[in-house]
């Protein structure tokens, strides 16, 4: 799924795109049809948490989590059990490997439920 995503994935600021700041939307449609897309990460992990579970995955080992990147910039991925699918990186692996520092997390088995992320699993 995220080389699948990644592949057919053209980072574009909400902003640019969607003419909002924030919009969060899913692609999985696009993708299934081989389109390219374009979004930033929320959209790029909303796709693959979307293909993770049309592929079968239970929706209690999906999430969307936020954190801080390196650079201090708030970002979004995806996480499918403790693999971590995120636009920034070129393979997937275990979440707590990367130097985010973590926020939140909704699991797809909870919409609209945050909780606050702890730093290793």
């Known amino acids: 799924i995220h080389r699948q995503v990644l592949s057919r994935f053209i980072w574009t600021p909400d902003q640019e795109q969607y003419g909002v700041p924030e919009h969060w939307t899913s692609h999985a449609d696009a993708i299934e049809r081989g389109e390219i897309i374009r979004d930033d990460c929320d959209g790029f992990a909303m796709t693959?948490?979307?293909?993770?579970f049309r592929t079968g995955t239970d929706k209690s080992?999906?999430?969307?989590?936020?954190?801080?990147?390196?650079?201090?910039q708030y970002h979004c991925v995806a996480i499918i059990?403790?693999?971590l699918?995120?636009?920034?990186?070129?393979?997937?692996?275990?979440?707590w490997l990367l130097p985010y520092?973590?926020?939140?997390?909704?699991?797809?088995?909870?919409?609209?439920?945050?909780?606050k992320m702890e730093?290793?699993?």
């Open 48 to 52: 693959c948490a979307e293909l993770a």
């Open 61 to 72: 080992l999906i999430r969307l989590a936020t954190c801080f990147v390196e650079t201090g």
């Open 119 to 121: 730093a290793t699993p």
């Open 81 to 83: 059990g403790e693999m």
């Open 85 to 95: 699918l995120d636009n920034r990186q070129r393979h997937v692996m275990a979440w």
């Open 101 to 115: 520092r973590w926020d939140k997390s909704m699991l797809l088995s909870e919409p609209g439920v945050w909780r």
